[in-house]
């Protein structure tokens, strides 16, 4: 059993206030009860109250954007932990919906190119990614099996909806496939012309969740992980992408598939979930995670049509309805793996402090305990806390007043 991320819209959506979400699987109620002692933030303030509480683990950004991509001094900014290398679970797609935007830009990728429906599903791992896969078929309004796989093969469907299927509901079949095609050297590439270090260190999602878990390792001990986790870094990556390839074999597949469709997550499994997930995949800092953010925002990432391909896409929540009333702009990316939570959006809203300028947020959450956790994959508190401090000068003091931190710019 894995947890991974699915986007979803959150209570704040039916006011307009929705940010990018991640919800678990039926595993994470069962494992609540190993930390009775933790907090179970509810509210925007509880969540601030989380942060404080665990300061060395969380890690926030939050700033107005200038036309030229750079944070605005205007006393208005947040940065705590900002350079903090953190987990980023999902929110790591921006990077692939970079290259990708590179590619489109430099004219070696075009959006209309056809994707077989069988090389798509060839990433899709059935029960780990909370139906994302299946929604994302549903757009297309591709027929499915019971286990979310196409029933033809060979449909064919435009590159560009399986990007849009990656940001919108975060498909992991549909990042990795996009990954292969663009090559990790493109997505290095476009991220050092950005300025942005981030690293994905590994060779793809499916990959990584294999090896945390998988059909002929099903169940480890504290001992297990930790020589799993001790590995050198290659040779980490060396394992996922022998496991990734296993997966490309009818009878490893069927094996694999068969064996999560009956395997019931215990609660020891869960917490070694949230061990892997702080110490494998995607790392970047909150600052990294803005910057890359606003640069896009601004039309300031390489080039203005890679700027637009990727705001076409980030900016999904403006089809959710009731965004329009009260933003005139936003994008949005967040996601989740057991013990992280990252959440990170651009926004410009029609009324209040701020109307009518550019602000841009990231929030990045690791080692979470498990029933913080579910609580706020349920209330989606941190977001309406990361939402309340970008639009509300009033709610920003608060927060500042609880992680003491004083009225900076970017450059302290």
Request: hydrophobic fraction near 45%.
């Amino acid at each position: 059993m894995t947890i991974l991320n699915r986007n979803r819209t959150s209570k704040a959506a039916a006011s307009a206030l929705s940010l990018m979400a991640a919800t678990c699987i039926a595993a994470v109620a069962t494992a609540q009860h190993q930390d009775p002692n933790a907090a179970r933030p509810e509210s925007p303030l509880d969540a601030i109250a989380y942060l404080e509480a665990h300061r060395d683990d969380v890690a926030m950004v939050l700033y107005t954007v200038g036309e030229d991509g750079e944070p605005v001094d205007d006393g208005h900014s947040f940065f705590f932990n900002d350079d903090l290398p953190m987990p980023l679970a999902s929110t790591a797609k921006i990077a692939i919906l970079a290259a990708y935007a590179r590619e489109v830009a430099e004219g070696r990728i075009d959006p209309e190119h056809q994707i077989q429906m069988g090389e798509w599903d060839q990433y899709y791992l059935p029960g780990t990614d909370g139906g994302a896969h299946a929604s994302a078929l549903k757009d297309v309004q591709v027929a499915m099996d019971e286990d979310g796989f196409a029933t033809d093969p060979f449909m064919l469907v435009p590159i560009r909806r399986v990007v849009f299927a990656m940001m919108r509901h975060s498909d992991n079949a549909a990042a990795d496939l996009l990954l292969r095609r663009i090559g990790h050297d493109a997505v290095a590439e476009t991220m050092r012309e950005a300025g942005v270090e981030l690293e994905l260190n590994m060779p793809s999602f499916l990959g990584l969740i294999l090896f945390w878990q998988n059909h002929e390792r099903p169940e480890l001990n504290d001992d297990g992980v930790r020589t799993l986790l001790d590995l050198d870094p290659e040779m980490r990556i060396l394992e996922m992408r022998r496991l990734q390839n296993r997966y490309m074999t009818d009878d490893w597949r069927r094996a694999e598939v068969n064996w999560r469709r009956s395997h019931t997550p215990t609660p020891e499994s869960v917490l070694h979930q949230a061990m892997f997930a702080d110490e494998t995949g995607p790392v970047a800092s909150a600052r990294a995670v803005a910057r890359l953010l606003a640069l896009a925002a601004s039309d300031q990432f390489l080039s203005p049509k890679a700027s637009e391909v990727m705001r076409t896409h980030l900016e999904w929540p403006m089809g959710v309805p009731g965004t329009r009333r009260s933003f005139t702009r936003m994008g949005a990316k967040g996601g989740a793996l057991a013990g992280v939570i990252t959440d990170s959006s651009y926004l410009i809203m029609r009324q209040g402090d701020f109307q009518g300028e550019m602000r841009v947020s990231a929030l990045l959450m690791r080692r979470v305990p498990i029933e913080a956790w579910g609580t706020m994959m349920t209330t989606f508190a941190h977001q309406q806390a990361a939402l309340g401090a970008a639009g509300h000068p009033g709610f920003l003091a608060r927060m500042r007043e609880a992680l003491e931190v004083e009225s900076e710019s970017a450059e302290d």
